[in-house]
């Protein structure tokens, strides 16, 4: 299979997808609660980005995402997968929420293989391939526990390899580091670099975290208070390949990202409501 160069100079294959947005917006009730959400938004994200969306609660991010994973119809606009046009949830989008929804009564692995399960995969074919995921988000010692055995970080790893099990050309991963302790969070941000960087998924990450942001993506966006908007979007200044660590933080280029990210953020002003 061929590859090509996304913007991040990133190699990915040669057909992964491509999603554009063309005049999105989303309206919540009517008359005197109507409430606009999401002001009509155009974006495409090319294929092998980690796009993070980033900004205030409110600000429509998760809004956003909902109607990416097919689980929204916008009120307004087109959203196009590959030039298909997304009418609902499908196997080419996965998504990682912040809780990790596992079936407590199933193992590590089953949980893992459900998906090619439902798909009728032979099982020796679904196991191998549980087991490999669970390899690359380091759980294979763990594949014959149930997840409730599991910390709250180690029942994330195993969402991902979940996610990833079911071969999707986008993960959605909605704030899904943001109730674990900071330790467990800046560790798993290492994690999703790496798994990125293995797997050649799209990744689009939404996170209320400048730091987060700025450490995580190829490509930052900033989005507005309500109704939710594009203000800001950026490359970083680093390399796809460059290696991340905790260092990058003391890097000048990284605290200058930060504050650059944080000053769009403050210059729109808060907004009151969650999204």
């Not at 606009?36 to 205030?56: N, Q, S």
Request: proline content about 7%.
């Amino acid at each position: 299979m061929g590859i090509v160069a996304t913007r991040s100079s990133r190699a990915v294959p040669v057909g992964a997808s491509r999603l554009a947005l063309r005049g999105v917006g989303q309206v919540f009730g009517e008359d005197d609660r109507r409430v606009e959400a999401l002001a009509p938004t155009d974006l495409d994200i090319e294929p092998g980005e980690l796009v993070c969306l980033v900004g205030p609660s409110g600000c429509g991010k998760t809004t956003l995402l909902r109607i990416l994973a097919g689980f929204l119809t916008p009120t307004s606009g087109t959203v196009t997968l590959a030039d298909q046009p997304v009418t609902g949830p499908g196997p080419d989008r996965g998504v990682v929420f912040q809780q990790p929804n596992l079936y407590p009564w199933l193992s590590v692995r089953a949980n893992v293989a459900f998906g090619p399960r439902m798909r009728h995969v032979r099982r020796e074919q679904r196991r191998a391939d549980a087991d490999r995921w669970l390899d690359l988000v380091g759980l294979l010692e763990f594949a014959g526990h149930k997840t409730y055995e599991l910390s709250g970080g180690m029942q994330q790893r195993c969402q991902i390899a979940r996610v990833l099990a079911n071969d999707p050309a986008i993960m959605l991963m909605d704030e899904p580091f943001g109730a674990l302790d900071a330790v467990t969070r800046e560790r798993l941000q290492l994690e999703l670099r790496r798994i990125w960087a293995e797997t050649g998924r799209t990744v689009v990450f939404i996170t209320h975290s400048v730091d987060e942001a700025a450490f995580l993506g190829t490509r930052l966006i900033v989005m507005s208070a309500r109704p939710g908007r594009v203000v800001l979007d950026v490359p970083t200044p680093f390399a796809a390949d460059e290696v991340r660590d905790r260092s990058l933080r003391s890097d000048p280029r990284f605290t200058d990202l930060r504050d650059q990210l944080a000053a769009a953020i403050e210059a729109d002003g808060p907004t009151e409501d969650e999204d």
